[in-house]
Nanobody, 124 residues
Framework: VQLVESGGGLMQAGGSLRLSCVVS????????VGWFREAPGKEREFVGG???????YVKDSVKGRFTVSRDIASNTVYLEMNSLKPEDTAIYYC???????????????????WGQGTQVTVSS
């Protein structure tokens, strides 16, 4: 199983980025994927996720700005980030919950496979 993120970069506050996570070895129709981020000096935290049924959930601090979606044909999960703020600066990771028909979980230990991360930097 492999997850490969892309789409990070440097953005000014108020801008938008779309992160992609291409999954191989598991079909998104059956598995949940979560997005996490790790800011300098802080612990890795859950940002949002998408279940095998394509239901989505994002944490309160990004609600209304971040959206999770997927494309089954390309087995890709996206994190659309709008109205970016400097505090969104972090390395963003996607992760797969390896329970078939699993739900969106917010704990790091609930995810068996992780991507390498992509850096998002938001300048003020």
């Amino acid at each position: 199983v492999q997850l490969v993120e892309s789409g990070g970069g440097l953005m000014q506050a108020g801008g938008s980025l779309r992160l992609s996570c291409v999954v191989s070895g598991r079909t998104l129709s059956y598995y949940a994927v979560g997005w996490f981020r790790e800011a300098p000096g802080k612990e890795r935290e859950f940002v949002g996720g998408l279940s095998w049924r394509a239901t989505t959930y994002v944490k309160d601090s990004v609600k209304g700005r971040f959206t999770v979606s997927r494309d089954i044909a390309s087995n890709t999960v996206y994190l659309e980030m709008n109205s970016l703020k400097p505090e969104d600066t972090a390395i963003y990771y996607c992760a797969l919950n390896d329970r078939r028909h699993g739900t969106i979980e917010t704990g790091i230990s609930d995810y068996a496979y992780w991507g390498q991360g992509t850096q998002v930097t938001v300048s003020s």
